[in-house]
């Protein structure tokens, strides 16, 4: 390392160096160039730009030759090692000095605000956590953690759900990772921060609901071309309106899809007392989120799986103190809720209600499916208590019937749970419009606080097994050659070879079709748990992997199980904590949000985590697996990849 350095400075303050360079300068174009491009120069040319990379067009700008001359004279330092190039997406190319690069900790940081990008290499945890408060990481580059280019973007959402108390307050954050200040970028984050708060819906003292505009335009520009009679229901003044009470909603979200997303300053039932204290000490970022939560009185804690969504939730609840219904996607979930209401509170068990397919009861803290509250059967679920606060665990599961429930929802306090923020089938804007706003602790924060751990994924290529094989898949056709790439054998002794690698850890296994788990089950003597395996059967092996084979319990109890093989069923929500390994078999035509949460299940705050996903090389799972995979990439998650020898 003090090699490194050591040769760093004596090179570029003395004549050696300048030697060596003027030495490449035959390859260089015409008269000058060679020498006014040598290593020194290039460092003033950045210097001047008080960036640490800098584009052709900057360095011919610096230099006074043209940009062409530039490029070429570029290409000759890159020849001969002196400097690096990072390819942004496709133009413009940036370049920097070599020796920077194998300063690790370096980072550098590009901006293209026209296009509202950002580039970092070898970002800082510090830059990450600030970026993710106001820009979505769209991709990463390079897979060696050394080399890797994040690129950031700023979308309008990204503004309107960044977590600030005021404009001033988001400009800051971006100049603190910006080279410099870019006045035309931070207009344009400044006027979308205006149009979040242009609108604002609240209580008149006479009870009814009014939306008001900033000015009198938007109330005639806007709001008159997106809402109509049914939202409104007469004008108040010249920016007030009286809105009808079913509709809010539908405003909420007709104005967000305008552009125009709406404050919800609105007075909210507070539902009948509960009495539920917490009893477990909340860490500083859940207070935040519950401090936040109780100002805006609606909103979604976003943070990864095992980060302390449900304990915040459960303080939210005491805080609230009114009669909360929670939904959940499963009924194992509901259970678990139930679990962690009694573990980190006061509550008296007699006043938890499960309503699902299996139970109904409807108690002042109730937990009921998305499924069964979606059924208009069950409406009573609604209307026979009054509810202070709905819960929307896993929120991106809301399902469409309870959106068109949502104009009760709308009059309680409303919290949503989730890991995901980024959906593809675009219920952002419903989850915003529905719920509230996002309310954030950046997931660099936690696992750098080590709160949760960060995973290791390896994407595994395993070969087919024989020629054959390979043939069968080319003159397949479809969902026949998705389903073979799925189901490719070579992938059994693959999951033997990596349970063995891991023998002492709880490992997972995941597949998309029944017969390949049940085939791998047998092939490895573990248990399977699809669609079919009976709620009390799945309890069991649960309760059975829980079981800590290394723990004194271990003599009395052998019946523990290290490894389960898991269908889609298993994917959600299942509180296994312990599972330190999962290997994704199959299952790589799903969505993004899948991949994610798949990786999601082992980021726990125990043990060592650990993703394989194998995909069959040369099949379209590769595609698939790599674009799962940049998914988590975006989320900070170190991917590798592997080929497995034939
Ligand atoms: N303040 C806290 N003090 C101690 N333990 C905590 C605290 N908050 C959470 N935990 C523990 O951390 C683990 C994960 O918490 P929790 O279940 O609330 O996370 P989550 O974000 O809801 O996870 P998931 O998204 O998987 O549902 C649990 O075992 C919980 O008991």
């Known amino acids: 390392m003090t090699d490194d350095s050591g040769d760093l400075p004596g090179g570029d303050d003395t004549g050696p160096a300048a030697g060596d360079d003027s030495g490449g300068g035959p390859d260089s174009p015409d008269d000058t160039a060679g020498e006014e491009l040598s290593l020194d120069r290039f460092h003033e040319a950045l210097e001047a730009e008080e960036r640490p990379v800098a584009t052709a067009s900057e360095v011919a700008r610096r ?10 004279a570029l290409a000759a330092l890159v020849d001969r090692g002196d400097v690096d190039r990072l390819d942004v997406e496709s133009d413009p190319v940036v370049f920097y000095p070599t020796d920077w690069g194998r300063l690790a900790t370096r980072e550098r ?70 080279p410099r200040r870019f006045d035309h970028l931070e207009e344009w984050v400044r006027d979308q921060w205006r149009r979040a708060h242009r609108f604002r819906l609240y209580t008149h003292e006479d009870g009814y609901v009014v939306l008001r505009a900033a000015s009198e335009s938007l109330m005639g520009n806007v709001a008159d071309q997106h809402l109509d009679d049914d ?53 500083p970022y859940q207070e935040t989120w519950v401090e936040t939560f109780l100002d805006a009185r ?25 009669e909360t219904l929670i939904l959940v996607p499963s009924r194992e979930l509901a259970g678990q809720w139930r679990e962690e209401l009694l573990e980190h509170s006061t509550i008296d068990p007699a006043d938890i209600g ?80 529905l719920i509230g706003r996002p309310i954030g602790a950046d997931w660099d924060a936690l696992f750098e606080a080590g709160f949760v751990q960060e995973p290791e994924v390896e994407i595994r290529y395993v070969p087919w097994r024989d020629e054959m094989a390979r043939n069968e898949y080319a003159s397949a056709d479809g969902r026949e050659r998705r389903r073979l790439a799925a189901e490719n054998p070579a992938k059994i002794e693959e999951i033997r070879y990596l349970l063995a690698a891991h023998r002492d850890k709880k490992a997972l296994v995941f597949i998309e079709y029944l017969d390949q788990g049940e085939a791998i089950a047998d092939a490895l003597g573990v248990p399977f748990i699809s669609g079919e395996t009976p709620h009390r059967d799945r309890r069991e ?23 389960l093989v898991v269908s889609r069923v298993g994917d ?59 998914h988590l990439a975006r989320k900070g998650i170190r991917v590798r990849e592997t080929n497995v020898a034939e």
């Open 354 to 433: 499960l309503y699902h397919g299996g139970q109904k009861e409807i108690r002042p803290v109730t937990i009921a499916t998305y499924q069964i509250a979606g059924m208009d059967r069950h409406r009573a679920l609604f209307d026979s208590r009054k509810w202070g606060l709905i819960c929307f665990d896993e929120a991106h599961h809301i399902t469409a019937p309870i959106f068109s429930q949502s104009a009760e929802l709308q009059a309680k306090h409303r919290l949503g749970l989730s890991a995901t923020p980024v959906r593809e089938t675009g219920s952002e804007e419903e989850i915003y419009t």
């Open 572 to 630: 959600e929500g299942i509180d296994l904590p312990n599972a330190e390994l999962a290997i994704v078999a199959s299952g790589l035509g799903g969505s993004r949000r899948q991949g994610s949460q798949r990786a999601g299940r082992t980021m726990r705050p125990a043990g060592s985590a650990l993703v394989y996903v194998l995909a069959t090389r040369g099949s379209s799972e590769e595609e698939f697996a790599q674009r799962q995979m940049r």
């Open 231 to 283: 939202h409104l229901r007469a004008p108040i003044s010249e920016t007030e309106a009286w809105v009808n009470e079913d509709a809010v909603a539908a405003v909420k979200r007709a104005l967000y899809d305008a552009g125009y997303p709406v404050e919800d300053d609105r007075d909210l039932d507070v539902g009948d007392p509960v009495d539920v204290d917490l009893t477990t000490d909340l860490r």
């Open 541 to 563: 092996f649960f309760r059975r992997f829980r079981e800590d084979g290394d723990g004194p319990s271990a003599d009395r109890d052998r019946d523990d199980v290290d490894t």
């Open 63 to 72: 230099l006074g030759s043209t940009q062409a001359a530039a490029r070429d």
């Open 298 to 322: 609606s909103g979604v804690y976003v943070g990864p799986p095992g980060s302390g969504k449900t304990v915040a939730a459960i303080a939210t609840i005491a805080a609230v103190g009114g």
């Open 109 to 178: 940081v590009v901006a293209f605000p026209d296009r509202r990008e950002i580039v970092v290499d070898r970002p800082t945890q510090f830059t990450r956590a600030r970026l993710s408060q106001f820009a979505h990481l769209v991709d990463t580059t390079g897979t060696e953690p050394g080399t890797r280019g994040y690129l950031y973007r700023i979308r309008q959402e990204d503004v309107w759900a960044a977590p600030f108390e005021d404009a001033d307050g988001l400009i800051a954050s971006l100049r603190s990772v910006l």
